[in-house]
C-alpha cells in the first residue's frame, strides 16, 4: 500500500503536470470507485469544466482542489495516476480518465480496484470524515513528542499497531513502522504503555526521520508502485529489516526475523529490539 512518502511523491509529480488545466469530460469504467452519495454519473457531471488549481495531501488522501469541489482519492493498496496524451491506448486496470484541455488524460488504473473518489464543496473539504480522524503529520511542526507519550500511556496495544493507527500519526504504514523501530531499537511487540520516556523520544524522533527520508529518496517500489512520471522509488535499497527476513541485520548481523503483530507482517531484529515481558517471564 503506498503510504504517506509515496503519496506525497504522486501529489509532488501531479502538481508538476497537471495544475491548472481543466478537466473536460470523465471517463468511470469501474462504478463503485466513486463514493456516495454520488453515483458515477453525478461525479462526471459536476467535474466538467472544473480547473484543477493544485493538490494537496492528507495522510494517505490526495485532495484535488478544484472551483466548486475538493475531490479526495484514495490510493489504497495499489492505485496510481498516470498522465496520458489522449491518444494513447488505455492501458489494463484503467478505471478512471479525466480529460483535460489540453489534449493529455489523468488516468487512475488500480490492479484491486480498492481505490476511491469522494467529492466534498470546497469550503467544506476539512468537513470530510476520514480526514477529520486522522491524527498529525509525522513532522516537527505539528507531531507533538507531548501528545505522542500521552497517546502511548493510554494504551497497552502493541506499539507496532499504535503506530499504524492513523489517529496517532497520520500516514505511518507497515514499511516505515517497521524501519522506525528498528531505528529505535524497540521491539514491535512492546505494549505501548511500557515504552519509557527516552525510548518514546527515539521512536518520536526516528518516525519523523524515516519519514522524511523516504520522501527524499522518492518513496519506496516494493511491489507495484511507480510515481506519476512512471519512476520508481529508491527508498527500498535504504530499508533495514523490512522484507530482510533471515538477511543478517545491519547493526548486529543477527537474522532478521518475522512475525505477525496485529495480523500485519513484522520485521524486525530479535537481538536489537529486545523486549523482556516481566509478566511473562521470557523473551518475545
Not at 120 to 147: A, H, M, N, S
Not at 179 to 185: I, N, R, T, V
Not at 194 to 213: C, S
Amino acid at each position: 500500500m503506498p503510504e504517506l512518502p509515496e503519496v506525497e511523491v504522486v501529489r509532488r509529480g501531479l502538481n508538476q503536470t497537471i495544475s491548472k488545466t481543466v478537466i473536460t469530460d470523465v471517463d468511470v469504467f469501474w462504478n463503485r470507485m466513486i463514493t456516495p452519495p454520488f453515483s458515477s454519473e453525478k461525479f462526471k457531471e459536476v467535474l466538467i469544466g472544473e480547473q484543477i488549481h493544485t493538490v494537496e495531501r492528507r495522510g494517505k488522501y490526495l485532495i484535488f482542489l478544484l472551483d466548486h469541489w475538493a475531490m479526495i482519492s484514495h490510493l489504497r493498496m495499489e492505485g496510481k495516476f498516470e498522465v496520458s496524451k489522449a491518444d494513447e491506448p488505455l492501458k489494463k486496470h484503467t478505471h478512471v480518465v479525466f480529460h483535460l484541455n489540453d489534449n493529455r488524460q489523468l488516468r487512475y488504473l488500480d490492479v484491486r480496484k480498492f481505490g476511491r473518489f469522494a467529492l466534498v464543496p470546497i469550503d467544506k473539504q476539512d468537513e470530510y470524515g476520514p480526514i477529520q480522524k486522522l491524527g498529525p503529520e509525522p513532522t516537527p511542526e505539528t507531531f507533538k513528542i507531548l501528545d505522542f507519550q500521552n497517546r502511548l500511556s493510554k494504551t497497552s496495544r502493541a506499539i507496532k499497531t499504535v503506530i499504524l493507527d492513523q489517529q496517532v500519526v497520520a500516514g505511518v504504514g507497515n514499511i516505515y513502522a517497521d524501519e522506525s523501530l528498528f531505528e529505535a531499537k524497540i521491539n514491535p511487540q512492546k505494549p505501548a504503555n511500557k515504552l519509557n520516556e527516552e525510548e518514546t523520544k527515539h521512536l518520536h524522533e526516528a518516525i519523523i526521520d524515516v519519514i522524511g527520508r523516504a520522501v527524499q529518496a522518492g518513496g519506496s517500489t516494493i511491489r507495484s508502485y511507480k510515481n506519476t512520471f512512471g519512476e520508481e522509488g529508491h527508498f527500498q535499497v535504504l530499508l533495514n529489516v523490512y522484507g530482510k527476513k533471515n538477511e543478517a541485520c545491519p547493526r548486529c548481523g543477527t537474522p532478521i526475523e518475522k512475525i505477525k503483530v496485529g495480523q500485519r507482517g513484522t520485521h524486525f531484529c530479535p537481538n536489537c529490539q529486545i523486549y523482556i515481558d516481566d509478566d511473562k517471564k521470557g523473551a518475545l
